[in-house]
């Protein structure tokens, strides 16, 4: 497969794997939410906001109620490479299911501990 950047990825390969899983796209899926300003840093009379942290994906069960962080990757990437990242953003917003894709496939992080298996790759078609 050619070299895809993340927006490409994202536009041809993750998104729709999402909805063929049965997301409804306009009351279960959100893209790019920004959910902090940025950490704010003080060099001595200069104060500056860092970036942003952005989710890619973020998938609700209902309205208000998320329940899984997507990080996506260009397929440059490995399929988990954004898995400390979205764990990061999931733990912050309290959500309890990531994934990491790189539109190869995903990764499934459970955070719940319910799962026996906390982390795998749930079988995926090849392109």
């Known amino acids: 497969m050619a070299w ?3 927006t490409e990825t994202r536009t041809r390969l993750i998104t729709p794997a999402i909805l063929n899983a049965g997301w409804d796209p306009v009351t279960q ?3 790019e939410v920004s959910f902090t300003a940025g950490r704010i840093i003080v060099r001595g009379k200069l104060i500056t906001r860092g970036e942003p942290k952005r989710a890619d994906y ?5 309205p208000n109620i998320p329940l899984a962080v ?6 440059q990437h490995s399929v988990g490479d954004g898995m400390q990242q979205a764990l990061g953003y ?7 299911f990531v994934f990491s894709s790189n539109g190869d496939g995903f990764v ?5 501990g319910i799962n026996p298996e906390k982390e795998y790759e749930p079988h995926s078609e090849t392109h």
């Open 4 to 6: 895809l950047n993340e």
């Open 29 to 31: 899926i959100r893209e």
């Open 58 to 62: 973020i998938l609700y069960f209902k």
């Open 70 to 75: 997507v990080e996506a990757k260009d397929n």
């Open 90 to 96: 999931a733990e912050k917003l309290e959500i309890p």
């Open 108 to 112: 499934f992080h459970d955070r719940t």
